[in-house]
């Protein structure tokens, strides 16, 4: 593997993960906002509060990672799709940083009226950003962000690639969301409210599986480079999410919560890697490709040994964290 | 004083102004943030060390609610760092296209402490009542750390700016990059340390101002004492170093920046020795209302009696930095700072005589409002630096005119993040506010509020 596709490589792990974790984060916010009034909506506040709290901030770092391995990396890449996607990417900044704010703000609200406010707040953004994410990766996967210079604001990411990208992210956030806050509830002694989040959970599950396949048919026009690489390349990582997909749906409707987590991961994962094989070796579909785009050797050299030391520092410490969170000790209030 | 500065912007880039304007506020909001992300959880560590060791109620209580209090700053910061980070492609996108691999590796490393730090806040704040004791303290000190190699970073970028290495531009081309020589750059350790020392002070006396307050308003328990002493004995220290830090940072800058230093010391000629000019502004080229005390001004910026501070008059004009602000705002943080100092010291040698400042209201508001006015020595003195540099945003290769997109669209964005910014305020302020009435009342934990029924969230404590 050459330097430059390893450190793409570093940089797509990082798309993974955010899309992991920082996606069951955003989803969680979906299940905030159809939770119901003050009181009957309590509970899967309470619980949603309890389990990304001691980890949004570790996940939202994941969106760090990319953008700073991205413009050290690929500089030209970076400030031309800064450039062409600028009012996506400032509505998702929009919703990142309400959310966060009002995340932390809600915890220790005086009132309920100030909670309330910040509880929506929070919601909401949880809701959006995904969705402009979204149109951002399919701004990239159809081959809209030109190499020097945007044509106008709206092109690059008012399409349909980009649109179904965006459903499509705000689905897979809330589908993810779901099975984890259901393991939760499960695992938290509180079955009734795990059966509530199960039946949603499958229902975002199935219309997100759905709007799936229905997006392959405009995709074979719209972004013929990323549906041939789909088709080719990355066939066996759709297939596989596919699967894993669908056992996720069966494992809930069995109540295997435990085991539907993993299934549900593996399905994310797989299908936002199937995007990066599928558009392999471009950096910028049909405009720059990942060598063509590439930094200086040297920064290349040193961003690999970053990622290595992160490996070793960070991944530890992440794992140690995670596994606190899914613990019984730390979920029993 | 404005007015010139802008009209000779109107020819720049539609992208520049409002790009500088909204750098400004986003990097001046940040930078408070980041002061209590670096220094608090070494703060934290030693009241929560206290309790631990001494069994003592008093320092634990204090140092979970610190936590707390840190949890929403860090909260906050860790959103207005995300805006930056999207700003360095969307603001500038000259810079990061062409030098994006060159100054980027520091971020990678900033980037990893800042990961460290969100990772172990997120245990420490959650540990209460669910870690043994010991190993709960522990996690507060990944996190003290990585403050530090996160500041060190941020500052080797911001100092490679001032003096750019390890690449060459051969007929405009960059080339020989050297990510190492930008990461270890000869100005970063002073850089950092100057900044390090800052946010101590912000933290410090911010915090300490708190417990002043509360003082002020007739609670004088060991509650308040102790709130009191553990931070202003850090800003103490801080306070005391940093004209030292200050001092050693600026030295050989009539070699490095000598625009900059002209700018600080208001030389508009080569005067030797030369004074230093306490207060006074530049108008129509001449020096107006100034103090000039003889001599000091080589010996401050040259260690020398006869070396003369290199006159404004010998920089053409257009790399000349706008000379007022950077020398009000130089000579603000100095004189802050120096403020600072002596009032610790005086507490400390009264303290060491027998006497207490403490009961003496006069110095407890002196101390409620040492915290802001670290602020803005803080703030001030981060204006100095970054002005002074202008018109070069790396200096002496790129100017920041050149970095800057032909977006002015951006006046837009600029009134939208000034709104999103002043709501994220209030509501930082309005909570912890509400925060601190509610343990002035006695509630420990905060009911959860989701509900009307007040569904305990917050657990076992």
Known sequence: MSLEVAVAAALFVGVVAYAVLGGADFGSGFFDLIAGGDRSGARVRTLVDHSIGPVWEANHVWLIYVLVTWWTGFPESFAAAMDALILPLLFALLGIVLRGASFAFRKYAETLGQARLFGVVFATSSVITPFFLGTVAGGIASGRVPATGREDLWSAWVNPTSLFGGVIAVGTCAFLAGVFLTADAERGGEPDLADWLRTRALGVGVVTGAVVFAALVPLTRDAPTLAEGLAGRAAPLVLASGLAGTATLVLLARRRYEVARIAAVVAVAAVVSGWGVGQYPWLLVDEVTISAGAGAPATLQGLLIAVGLAAVLVLPALVYLLRLTQSEEWTRH | ?461
Not at chain 2, 317 to 324: G, H, M, S
Not at chain 2, 330 to 348: D, E, H, K, R
């Open chain 2, 1 to 461: 004083m404005i007015s010139p500065d802008l009209l000779s912007l109107v020819a720049e880039p539609g992208g520049l102004l409002p790009a500088r304007q909204q750098m400004a506020l986003s990097l001046g909001s940040h930078i408070v943030l980041a002061c209590f992300g670096v220094a608090f959880p070494a703060m934290i560590f030693v009241m929560h060390l206290r309790g631990v060791r001494h069994d003592d109620e008093r320092a634990l209580r204090l140092a979970q609610r610190w936590a707390k209090a840190s949890a929403v700053l860090f909260a906050v910061g860790a959103v207005s760092g995300t805006v930056l980070s999207f700003e360095m492609g969307l603001l500038w996108p000259g810079l990061m296209g062409t030098y994006g691999d060159v100054l980027g590796l520091p971020f990678a490393f900033e980037g990893l402490a800042f990961f460290i730090e969100a990772i172990f806040i997120g245990i420490y704040l959650y540990g209460w009542g669910r870690m043994p004791a010991r190993q709960h303290l522990l996690m507060l000190v990944p996190m003290a750390i990585a403050g530090v190699v996160g500041t060190y970073c941020v500052l080797a970028v911001n100092a490679w700016m001032n003096v750019p290495v390890g690449f060459r531009l051969v007929d405009g081309e960059v080339t020989d990059v050297d990510p190492w020589a930008v990461l270890f750059n000869s100005q970063a350790l002073m850089q950092m340390l100057h900044m390090w020392l800052a946010a101590y002070m912000v933290a410090g006396f911010c915090v300490a101002g708190v417990y002043a307050v509360g003082m002020l308003r007739g609670r004088r328990d060991e509650h308040h004492r102790l709130g009191f002493v553990v931070p202003f004995a850090f800003a103490t220290v801080a306070a005391l170093a940093q004209p030292f830090v200050g001092h050693l940072l600026g030295d050989g800058l009539a070699e490095r920046q000598p625009a900059k230093l002209a700018a600080f010391e208001l030389a508009e000629t080569t005067e030797s020795p030369s004074p230093l000019r306490i207060g006074g502004i530049y108008v129509d080229g001449e020096v107006r209302g100034s103090i000039d005390v003889p001599v000091l001004g080589s010996v401050l910026a040259n260690n020398s009696l006869s070396e003369p501070v290199p006159g404004w008059d010998t920089i053409p004009e257009e790399d000349r930095p706008p000379i007022n602000l950077t020398h009000l705002s130089f000579q603000a943080m100095v004189g802050i700072g120096s403020l600072l100092a002596g009032g610790v010291a005086l507490y400390w040698v009264l303290r060491w005589r027998g006497r207490d400042l403490l009961r003496h209201r006069w110095f407890l508001r002196a101390v409620a409002v040492s915290g802001p006015l670290a602020v803005v020595a803080m703030e001030a003195g981060w204006i100095a630096t970054e002005v002074g540099r202008q018109p070069w945003i790396v200096y002496g290769v790129m100017r920041t005119s050149e970095a800057a997109g032909d977006n002015s669209g951006l006046w837009w964005l600029l009134g939208a993040t000034t709104a999103l910014y002043t709501a994220m305020g209030v509501g930082a302020a309005v909570v912890l506010r509400s925060m601190a009435r509610r343990w002035r009342e006695g509630e420990e934990s905060l009911p959860s509020p989701y509900g009307p029924d007040r569904v305990d969230a917050e657990g076992a404590r």
